[in-house]
C-alpha cells in the first residue's frame, strides 16, 4: 500500500481516532504506510509484553504465578512480540479478505494493515488499564482460597469485579468501533461490514495465537 501523500507516522490523527475516527482514517489513509503502522505496533507489542511481566512478577501471591515464571517472559519476549506481529498481520489480512468476499469491499489489504496498526496502541492501553485495575482491586486476595474470604472481602472482591467488568466492555465497543472504522475506511465498506469484517478477522488470528503460544508455551502476557 502506497500513500497518495509523503508518508508519515501522523501522531496527531493517532490521538484524533479516539473522538473522529473516520476523519482520522480518512487522513490516515493518504498519508501513512504499512511499515510506519507495523513500527507501532511492534512497539507498543514490546511495551505491552514489558508491563505484562512487571504486572504478573508483581501479582505472583495473588494469581499463583511465581518471579520465576514472569522474569522467564523477558527470555521469551522476542518470541511474543513475534506472535503479536503475526495475529496482527494475519487479523488485517482476513478484514481485507472478508470486506471483498462478502461486502464488496476493495480487499486492500495493505490499507487495512496501516490503518489498524493505529488502533493498536489503544489496545495496548485498554490491556494496561484492565490489568492495573485488576491489580490494585485483587491486591492481597487469595484467589486460590475465595471459600476463605470475609465479607469484606467479598465485597470488594464484587465492586472491582463489576468496574472491570464495565470498563472493560466500554473499552470493547469502543475499540471495536474504532478498528470498524478503519476497515470501513481501508476497504471502502460500511461500519456494519467493516464490524463483521473484524469480529471474523479477530476469531481467525485468537486461533492462530492460542495455537503457537501452546505450542510454545508462553507465559502469560497481553496478546492482539
Known amino acids: 500500500m502506497q500513500p497518495k501523500h509523503a508518508p508519515r507516522f501522523a501522531l496527531t490523527e493517532l490521538l484524533r481516532a479516539v473522538y473522529s475516527p473516520t476523519r482520522a482514517f480518512t487522513t490516515l489513509y493518504l498519508s501513512t504506510s504499512v511499515n510506519r503502522a507495523l513500527i507501532l505496533v511492534v512497539l507498543f507489542a514490546t511495551i505491552s509484553t514489558l508491563f505484562s511481566t512487571v504486572v504478573t ?3 505472583a501471591d495473588v494469581i499463583g504465578y511465581s518471579a520465576s515464571d514472569a522474569l522467564g517472559l523477558v527470555l521469551q ?10 495475529s496482527f498481520l494475519i487479523f488485517g489480512m482476513v478484514a481485507a479478505l472478508v470486506s471483498h468476499e462478502v461486502f464488496n469491499g476493495r480487499g486492500d489489504k495493505g490499507s487495512t494493515i496501516a490503518l489498524v496498526g493505529y488502533c493498536y496502541p489503544w489496545f495496548v492501553l485498554l490491556s ?33 469485579g463489576a468496574l472491570l467488568l464495565v470498563v472493560a466492555l466500554i473499552g470493547v465497543v469502543w475499540l471495536l468501533v474504532m478498528v470498524s472504522k478503519a476497515i470501513g475506511v481501508a476497504n471502502d465498506v460500511s461500519t456494519v461490514a467493516g464490524a463483521l469484517s473484524a469480529i ?4 481467525a ?3 492462530i495465537s492460542l495455537i503457537a503460544r501452546a505450542v510454545m508455551s508462553l507465559p502469560i502476557g497481553i496478546s492482539f
Open 205 to 207: 488470528a485468537g486461533i
Open 200 to 203: 471474523l478477522a479477530a476469531v
Open 128 to 160: 494496561i488499564v484492565l490489568l492495573t485495575l485488576f491489580n490494585v482491586g485483587f491486591e492481597g486476595l487469595d484467589l486460590s482460597g475465595v471459600q476463605q474470604w470475609t465479607n469484606a472481602e467479598m465485597g470488594r472482591a464484587i465492586a472491582w
Open 57 to 59: 512478577e508483581d501479582m
Open 77 to 86: 519476549g522476542l518470541v511474543s512480540w513475534i506472535i503479536i506481529l503475526v
